[in-house]
Structure formats: structure tokens, C-alpha cells
């Protein structure tokens, strides 16, 4: 048989097929041009020179038919001696791989049906319509490139067609989907809906498992089909249910081009403290995706400028930006689709390998690394010490005050952490507020309270906590905190009435600005 011929008639049947052609072949070699055709059950017309190199492209072309590309291959022929003589050579192939088009069989010629058959070959199908009664078989019902097959039964009717594993079938007989589901499971196509309820899929599934059918097979029908769309008419229907085929044959997940689009860029921040809310908020305002995960119970200090408060609170706000508890991935594309920012629960970090986001920011400031890898994102970065750029992370933003704040590390690691606060007016360890014991926390004055040095502004347990200096209260450990001797607990700030306690610091910012230029140098565009 010629294989052109072959090739024809394959299309016709919608079937996947390649042809082989030698491309070069060098020194002893048994063809130096031909070409085989290599059907999907392995069987071939026409040939290459037979032999282990026949053997080695039909293999390859299996391969090629599977995933559905082209390729090109090599085989080098064995040097053999034969009567003093030595012989072999090496010969290219070209792999062209030929899929076939979406063949769609409509089982019923009714209204939804006609309209899905204009539809879909306005998409591209090659449709075919079946049916067992004869007067809806109409060709003034459908565009002229489909085919109509009549049959006194469906089975009768379907015989007639096209239908192979590789087929898209639609069952909308109106009256006999169950029948029609029958007639066509057997071929195991591609796409198999049914158009009806979800009472009539549970009727039609408990007859057919009573029929004894395969459980894997009657699970795999579409029923009810179609999108979401609120459709009513046939037009409607037929756009609904073609949309989900399309997306089927795409692999795509159907969302809103837009919602998609900004989830696919998003960004996750491990921490949401004061200063991790200082990039949070500069991604933010720049038009990135961000969802910030913190622990179960976040011991912010400086809780009035902390995304982290929204897991107490259920939101905050900042500088007149919302973040919002979240507690699984719809809420999180809910809530970044709204224009707010997504906060989670996540302190392994499980959401990260999740959403795949494409850049990773640490900002927990746990001065070590608590598991974040370099591989965990295309672009990883982490705030301070604990980390070593080039090994850890790909970049580290420097936050050790100084002439040095908002460096951007790109190999090594930040500066070592001193212990020491920020010097604010003189004052560095003097306006920590440390616990005293152990205990839980009763706060006397809380966060923009003026104190002078001796006030007692919280009680650890029954021990008294003091202020060390005169000034505002700038953060406060929430009420009833458990803490341990001489942990953080609050700062006061020198500065009295100056104080910014509702206002992101210069710190934050500073490295929140860095953050920000390393994506853009990344060319990770909002």
C-alpha cells in the first residue's frame, strides 16, 4: 500500500500516525532514502532497510506519537568483518508526527446538539452527528462540513461513524442518553459527556453499574457537562459545554484569563512582623499578587503596623492596605483577586510547593533558616542573617542599620546579628521592654501610651513591668501572651509624641525597596 494512501485514509479515521524519512545516512548503510509510515498499534507500511535500525525508529516513533511532537534521531550500524572487508555507517531520521484533528460524535440530533455542531466546527472539530430518528437528521439543521449517519438504533447509527478512542462524543438524545452512553463506552473515547441534571447522572450511573459496567469507565462521563455560565438557550448551552471540551483538549483550568494570569505571577513572604510588612506592602503597591504565611500565633511586638495581626483579628489594616485570613487556596485567589493581601497559616511552608509561586521572599528574621531552599521558587531572597546567598537563597537584603541597610547580597551572607537595637536618640537596649519571668501577659498601657521611666505598664504573672524610659509606647506583646524570662515584650520610643506607631518604619521600607529591585532586575513584572 502506498503510505500517502495510508495516511489519507488515517486521517479519515482520526488516528495518529508518523512517517520516518532518512534525512543522511553515512558510510555502509542499508537505505540511503526512504520513508515508513508507523501506525499507533506498531504496525508499519513501507520500509527503512529493515533490521535493528527499522526496530529502533519504529520505537522512537512510538515514542514521538505519544507525546505528540516531532523529533529526529540517529542510529549508528555496527562495524562487522566479513571476509576481510569491514562495513557500517550511520544514519539520521526525521520523525514527523501526524495528530488528528478533534473529532467530535454527537449521539441525538436535537436543538442543543444542532447548536453545538455550528459551534464546534467554527472551532475546528470535524463533527459528526448520529441518530435513530430519521426527520431530525436534517442537512438544513446543521453547516454542510457535517456528517449525518441514520441508524433504526443508535448502535446501528454509530456503526456507521468514526468513533475511536481518540474522539470527543456528546450524548443528548433527550430520551435514550442512556442507550446512547451504551453504544459508544465500549470505544473508550477521549471525552465522553452526557447533557442532563446531576439527578439524572446518579439514575444513569446506578443503571449502568447494574448493567455491570466498568466503575472506571461509567466514572469518567461528564454529567452534568458545561460550564458555569448561567446558560439557558441552546446557543448558550453549546458555548458552555464547548468551552469545557476546549479546555480538555488544552489542559488549561478554564479560569478568567486575568485571574489567571495573576495567580501564576504570585509571590509568597514567610512572615508578615513589622518589617516583613514593609515589603509586603512596597509588592503590594506595585501590583504583585502577595500571600504572607505566618505561625498559629504570632508574637508581634509592633502589632500596629504587622500584617501578622490579621491571624489574631481575622484582618488589619495598614497604611490603608487589608490583609485577610485565609484558609485554603480558593479563599487565597479570592481574597488577592479582591485587591487585598492573602495571609495564611502555613509555618512549614506546605502552601509554597502548592501554588508554586514565582518568587519567595523569607522575612521571618528568625536570625537562622527555618527551611526555606533555593529551589523553592524561580527567585528565593531572605531578609538578614541565617542565610548564605548563592547556597540558601538567591539573593539577601542586608537589615543590620547602618550605612549597609538595603544592601543586596548576591553571594554570602548578611551581616552577623549583634543583639543590640537601633539606636534611637541615644537609647538602644534601655528602650526594650524585656519580661521579667515567666507568665502570661497583662497589659496596663499598650501601644501609643506616654510613659515616664517607673511606670508600671504590664504585669508578667504577679511581677510588675516598668518602663525604662520616658517616651511612647511604640509595640506591646498582645494580652495573655505567654513569655519566658526576658523575652521581648514591647519598646518604647524616645520620642515621645514623635513616635510613628501607625506608620510602616524606615527600615521596613528601605528593605522593602530592595525587595522590589531585585524583582524588577529579575524582570518579574506585576
Known amino acids: 500500500m502506498n503510505i500517502f494512501e495510508e495516511a489519507a485514509a488515517l486521517k479519515k479515521a482520526n488516528r495518529v500516525f508518523a512517517i520516518a524519512m532518512i534525512t543522511q545516512s553515512k558510510g555502509s548503510t542499508p537505505r540511503s532514502s526512504a520513508r515508513m509510515l508507523v501506525r499507533d498499534d506498531r504496525s508499519i507500511v513501507?520500509?527503512?532497510?529493515?533490521?535493528?535500525?527499522?526496530?529502533?525508529?519504529?520505537?522512537?516513533?512510538?515514542?514521538?506519537?505519544?507525546?505528540?511532537?516531532?523529533r529526529t534521531c540517529s542510529y549508528t550500524l555496527k562495524m562487522k568483518e566479513k571476509e576481510g572487508m569491514h562495513c557500517g555507517g550511520e544514519m539520521s531520521f526525521f520523525i514527523d508526527v501526524e495528530v488528528p484533528g478533534t473529532a467530535l460524535l454527537l449521539v441525538g440530533a436535537g436543538h442543543v446538539n444542532r447548536a453545538v455542531a455550528k459551534a464546534a466546527i467554527a472551532s475546528g472539530f470535524s463533527v459528526q452527528v448520529v441518530d435513530n430518528r430519521e426527520v431530525l437528521l436534517k442537512k438544513e439543521f446543521f453547516p454542510p462540513e457535517v456528517s449525518l449517519y441514520y441508524g433504526a438504533t443508535l448502535q446501528e447509527a454509530v456503526n456507521q461513524s468514526e468513533l475511536n478512542e481518540n474522539s470527543f462524543v456528546l450524548v443528548a438524545t433527550g430520551s435514550e442518553d442512556t442507550e446512547g452512553l451504551r453504544v459508544v463506552m465500549g470505544s473508550k473515547p477521549r471525552f465522553l459527556g452526557m447533557l442532563g441534571s446531576r439527578r439524572k447522572a446518579i439514575k444513569v450511573r446506578e443503571e449502568l453499574l447494574d448493567e455491570g459496567w466498568d466503575k472506571e469507565v461509567i466514572n469518567k462521563v461528564i454529567c452534568p457537562i458545561g460550564l458555569n455560565l448561567g446558560a439557558e438557550s441552546p446557543s448558550e448551552i453549546a458555548v458552555?459545554?464547548?468551552?469545557?471540551?476546549?479546555?480538555?483538549?488544552?489542559?488549561?483550568?478554564?479560569?478568567?484569563?486575568?485571574?489567571?494570569?495573576?495567580?501564576?505571577?504570585?509571590?509568597?513572604?514567610?512572615?508578615?512582623?513589622?518589617?516583613?510588612?514593609g515589603s509586603i506592602a512596597r509588592l503590594h503597591n506595585a501590583g504583585y499578587a502577595v500571600l504572607?504565611?505566618?505561625?498559629?500565633?504570632?508574637?508581634?511586638?509592633?502589632?500596629?503596623?504587622?500584617?501578622a495581626e490579621a491571624v489574631h483579628s481575622g484582618s488589619v489594616e495598614v497604611e490603608g492596605l487589608t490583609a485577610r485570613l485565609t484558609s485554603s487556596a480558593e479563599e487565597i485567589e479570592k481574597v488577592i483577586l479582591s485587591g487585598e493581601i492573602a495571609i495564611a497559616v502555613d509555618p512549614e511552608g506546605a502552601l509554597i510547593d502548592q501554588?508554586?509561586?514565582?518568587?519567595?521572599?523569607?522575612?521571618?528574621?528568625?536570625?537562622?533558616?527555618?527551611?526555606?531552599?533555593?529551589?523553592?521558587?524561580?527567585?528565593?531572597?531572605?531578609?538578614?542573617?541565617?542565610?548564605?546567598?548563592?547556597?540558601?537563597?538567591?539573593?539577601i537584603v542586608e537589615t543590620s542599620r547602618g550605612h549597609d541597610l538595603g544592601k543586596i547580597i548576591t553571594i554570602g551572607p548578611a551581616k552577623a546579628n549583634t543583639g543590640i537595637p537601633g539606636n534611637i536618640e541615644g537609647f538602644t537596649e534601655e528602650r526594650i521592654i524585656r519580661a521579667p519571668a515567666a507568665g502570661k501577659v497583662t497589659i496596663l498601657k499598650d501601644i501609643s501610651s506616654l510613659v515616664k521611666k517607673g511606670d508600671i505598664i504590664a504585669r508578667v504573672g504577679d511581677t510588675s513591668v516598668e518602663a525604662s524610659i520616658d517616651g511612647m509606647i511604640r509595640g506591646m506583646i498582645r494580652e495573655g501572651t505567654e513569655v519566658h524570662a526576658q523575652m521581648k515584650m514591647g519598646d518604647i520610643d524616645p520620642r515621645g509624641e514623635k513616635a510613628q506607631y501607625k506608620t510602616i518604619s524606615d527600615k521596613a521600607r528601605a528593605i522593602g525597596g530592595s525587595v522590589l529591585e531585585i524583582l524588577l532586575r529579575k524582570s518579574l513584572c506585576p
Open 355 to 395: 501554588l508554586k509561586p514565582v518568587a519567595l521572599i523569607d522575612a521571618i528574621l528568625a536570625k537562622k533558616n527555618l527551611g526555606t531552599k533555593i529551589n523553592h521558587a524561580p527567585l528565593t531572597i531572605a531578609l538578614g542573617p541565617g542565610f548564605e546567598a548563592g547556597r540558601d537563597v538567591h539573593y
Open 292 to 307: 504572607a504565611l505566618e505561625t498559629e500565633a504570632p508574637t508581634v511586638i509592633r502589632r500596629t503596623v504587622a500584617f
Open 46 to 70: 513501507g520500509t527503512i532497510g529493515g533490521g535493528p535500525v527499522e526496530l529502533y525508529v519504529i520505537e522512537q516513533a512510538l515514542s514521538a506519537m505519544k507525546e505528540r511532537t516531532n
Open 240 to 277: 458552555s459545554i464547548l468551552g469545557q471540551m476546549i479546555m480538555f483538549k488544552t489542559g488549561f483550568d478554564g479560569r478568567e484569563i486575568y485571574r489567571a494570569d495573576r495567580m501564576n505571577r504570585l509571590i509568597i513572604v514567610r512572615g508578615a512582623g513589622d518589617i516583613a510588612t
